[in-house]
């Protein structure tokens, strides 16, 4: 049984991940205040072990291609154990998404519009989003492409067009920090932004892309992403040096200096603008996955009636996490790194190994 | 999805058009007041400010308002004393019918007074509230802030929209000159090394104003505690680096020659020596001859020659002289402390706290090369000119 038809190619496949991880590459902060000047360092750590996470995933991909999360759990520990570990995943999709709907309420709310109550922001965001999801897969991830391209072109020209403020000496001493802290970054980074890509595991089925290729794709996404992800933490790091610690965006402060002359300058806007159509992809992204999860659990025959429920769902969800910022980011540094870790690195490896241990093999069942 | 259900969602999103168009926040002209400047001054009170803002009237050449063009002044001037910033500010918005706008603010002038006392404690809202800006300028008032404010300036009616222009251009050709709040946020954070501020003065004659950068001020921890006049600064920018291209004359007992130089290719790298850390300093750059004077009987060989060598003693002498001033200061205006951070931070660690000690001790070794490559467009001067040739 399958709840959504629909079909995404491998290109789409590939800017839908790489658009996915960008979304993260904004809001940097929590891992900033962590590593301060060798964040640089700790997010190509990351990369690297998202590397790890990716091959985990691609395995999982590979050997269940036409099966989604989900599906997979029944598969692999049964139709009981199963059906926990699912219900574990509706958790963290639905908490995720809370997550970004809270994050891009919060960006508005302080740096945007102060005056106008986050609830209205969030339910507008949040209609949109609703109606892509009833589109289904093919809706969501249509502008993948065109998302990413604007914000690679948005990062390569701040990037030059911030060379004025840009001072390499920003990133020394090299390496003078406990060695506790790179182990808490590179945790963070792999975990937040990278490991979250977990989600496309949900959409296995819906993707048209011969079974040797998924990794090459799916690694490629990832690449784009994380080489943006770089890129923005060396230009902010670059541009604001020591004072990087203090802000809750760093980069819309960094794209706040630009000032070529008195024309050009406020560049802000742009950050504004890549971070809500991003947020948009993301938050959709997730959002569709959580409505999947649950209408795949409880068998429903079509997503579409639960969308607006787990729109609310999402909405109260997110009014109701953190009392302040300040709170967001100690858990975002100590706390969430932990619980992700769970979701997107020892789940998937129990269930890789389990079904690589029981053989159990949805392409060699032959269908 | 058909047709129907189609143009239903058209009108469900242009009716959205209309009643979202900027929410609670839509900021029309007519109902905001645009802050340029802003200006802190002591209060008698020692926990307590002079705020001084300077708002820039919004004259509209259509419209209503027409007969506001070209009449009075272009800004006007609201004070007010309290212990914070932004109280002091809601004090003031209920002064006027309109919002108080600080998103375009120029620049944040301190009073010198209150430079003495201590700045800390007034940054932190410039940080926090969304509204400033961290590329604002940041300026000491040689008096007091309220006087730079108030004063209009011939070119630019407005002092703040004037003086930010002025540090602008200024900041072109000597960088050390101009202070943003990221810049002063930095070097607080640094702990060793002291922030300098440009120091503006202003003199009234006949209703208008000039207002001049008169030098930098030097702070210790946040406080006032001295001053470069515009010699002193010359001799800061060269080690800071960064200036394009920086006048030069030179006065020798054969005659006098206007230099400038360009092209500068610094290299300062903190070591660590037999009696303790120094500095040393490579110093490369182009002498460009913009006029001589006097020089005759002379060749042009002995002209570069002896040029050459005073400009490399009075560089160094410059260099020097702020340098040493700095030293009786104790205020490491150059950031060398950090320097010597960035290339040790093992080492570096022991000596934070005593670089208050180490700082008036440091000593400098100054290499300098310099080059003529540009003679303007003649070879060889007006009174060497004939004398030359015969040589030949």
Known sequence: ?367 | MNKYNRRIYLIIILIINFILTGCWDNNELDTISIVTGLGIDAAENDDEIDLTLQVSKIKGTTGYEKGAVGQGSSFFVMEATDSGILSGIDKLEKQIPRSIFLHHNQVIIFGKEQAKKGIKKYMDVFIREHQMRMETWVLISDSTAKDILTATMEQEENSAIGLSKMIYSESRDYEVLSTKLIDLTSKMMEKTTSPVIPIVTVNSENGNSEAEISGLAILKEDKYIGELDLERVRGYSWIMGNCREIPFNIKTEHGYADTSISNIKLKNKPKFGADGPFISIDFKGDVSIREIQGFEDMKTNEIFAILQRSCVEQLKKEILDCFNYSKNLNADIYGFGTEFYRKYPKNFEKLREYWDEIYPELDMEIDINLEITDTGKVLNSLYMEEKTDENR
Request: net charge positive.
């Open chain 1, 1 to 367: 049984m399958k709840i959504d038809n629909g079909k995404i190619s491998a290109s789409q496949f590939m800017f839908a991940v790489a658009c996915f991880i960008q979304a993260s590459t904004l809001l940097t902060a929590f891992f900033i205040s962590v590593t301060k000047q060798d964040s640089w360092i700790v997010s190509i750590f990351g990369f690297l072990i998202g590397m790890i996470f990716l091959w985990i995933y691609t395995a999982l991909m590979k050997n269940f291609p036409n099966k989604n999360l989900v599906e997979i759990n029944d598969l692999v520990f049964g139709p009981v154990i199963g059906k926990i570990f699912s219900f574990i995943y509706i958790y963290f999709f639905l908490t995720l998404s809370a997550l970004n709907l809270k994050d891009m309420g919060d960006f508005v709310g302080i740096a945007i519009m102060p005056d106008t109550p986050t609830i209205v922001i969030l339910v507008s965001f949040m209609c949109i989003c609703a109606w892509a999801v009833r589109g289904g897969i093919e809706i969501v991830t249509r502008y993948s492409l065109f998302f990413t391209f604007t914000t690679s072109f948005i990062i390569i020209v701040t990037f030059f067009l911030a060379f004025n403020d840009i001072d390499f000496n920003n990133f020394l001493p090299i390496f003078n920090q406990p060695f506790m802290k790179y182990l808490q970054g590179t945790h963070i980074i792999s975990t937040i932004p990278f490991g979250e890509i977990v989600v496309f595991l949900m959409v296995t089925p819906n993707i048209e892309i011969p079974k040797n290729k998924i990794g090459k794709y799916f690694t490629l996404g990832f690449a784009i992403g994380g080489i943006s992800l770089i890129l923005i933490i060396l230009r902010d790091i670059a541009v604001l040096g020591n004072v990087i610690t203090l802000f809750t965006f760093p980069s819309f402060e960094t794209l706040r200096m630009i000032r070529l002359s008195s024309t050009l300058g406020r560049m802000e806007v742009l950050f504004a603008v890549i971070l809500i159509t991003l947020m948009f992809f993301k938050i959709s992204f997730l959002y569709y996955v959580s409505v999947l999860v649950i209408s795949q659990i409880f068998k429903l025959n079509s997503h579409k009636n639960i969308v607006i429920g787990v729109g609310i769902i999402i909405i109260i969800y997110s009014t109701n996490l953190y009392y302040s910022m300040i709170q967001h980011m100690e858990h975002g540094s100590n706390i969430t790194p932990f619980q992700w870790l769970i979701y997107e690195f020892l789940l998937p490896l129990i269930t890789l190994t389990v079904a690589k241990i029981r053989k159990i093999s949805s392409s060699e069942e032959g269908n």
